[in-house]
């Protein structure tokens, strides 16, 4: 079979995105056909004729035949796996009723989308950043929707929660916060990425569009998402922040004093593979240690890396969130348990349920703490709560006889 060259296999892989932005260009004129209708037949023409332009210098100015060809394709019908891909993000984007935003100052654009829920109820607005994972980068603004944010807007609405959604995007080219899987990252970076960095400023323009609560701003993320949140709790905690909720993704335990003041639960399934689960126990002993009493995890036994699905749509995870205010601690607490205590052996094989490196500090006897037990943990921490509460029995006082001879 003969091998394609190099740059003719990097333009067919582009070709998907050029056809994808085209529908787009098309979906757009059709929405604004009224604006179209004020152009002279002239201008129309002209329009046309400078796009072709444009297109025709950009391949006489390269040497790369696969370019040329990639140009050409591009003004070609869109394929139909492209159009019904497009179809079904628009149609998301409707029944979502979020709309597509871009931010834009001296360092560069995050483009958004965002909604806004139950605008009738009393109170002010709530912030809620949602933070993708790392297949949903992209320019389209519309990728980020597919995961996880269906679920949190569903949550939304029928907990008649009165909130501003924010779903940026994270840029084909960048990620929201360095991505590792074990081992110290070292101190903050002085600036945060360019896409993460631009999120504070979002928040802040929303609060000042919506008159919004500044004591009421939260942050989650899946994933790489993940990561980002917990990038954004450490370089700015109770500033900026109520509370979070990363899930499947990891920090490094040395910033745990950053976050000592601030509520954050957890969520990472204990079969992941892909976001090793001992990240978030490290951060969650780590944290505990530093002082903090609000640091809650709930590690989904059997689950692995899409632990989402299980934390976004328990109402309780919402309820927990939404009663927390910057400043003011709660009352609420989300269901926990204790799990149980980590064992001398399981401490000498390695820190957890599941094994795995022990955090630095930890010793036999500390306990990972479960959210929203499920029955079977639940039954599991009463018969551990039985034992515990069992007093020794005292001896026996010995009869009679029985003194006597002990006298002897």
Known sequence: MERKPKNEKKWEKRRGRIDFHKMRCIFLLKRHTNTLKGLTAMKKQLLVLGCAALAAIGAACSSDPAFESAVISSMEEPSEQ???????????????????????????????????????????????????????????????????LPEIVKQMREGKRKVIVLAPQCPPDQVWAPLHRGGAMGDLMEEPYQALGMVPVLIEKKIEEFKADKKRVYVTGLSMGGYGCWDLLARYGTDIFAAGMPCCGGSDPNRAEKMKDLPVLIFHGSDDTTVPPQLSRWMFITMRAAGNTDVYLREFFGVGHNCWDKAYSNPKTWEWLFSQRRGHQSDIRPGIQPVGPVTAGQYEKGFGFNGGPRPKGSKPGDGLISAFPSAEEQAQQRAWQALESVEPAEPAEPADGEKESAGE
Do not use: T
């Open 82 to 148: 492209v159009q019904r891909r497009f179809a079904n993000q628009m149609r998301l984007l409707d029944s979502l009723e979020m709309k597509q935003e871009v931010l834009k100052n001296c360092n560069g654009e995050l483009k958004y989308c965002q909604g806004v829920y139950n605008a009738n109820e009393p109170g002010d607005f709530a912030i809620l950043v949602f933070l993708h994972g790392f297949g949903e980068r992209g320019d389209d603004n519309l990728a980020q929707l597919a995961i996880g």
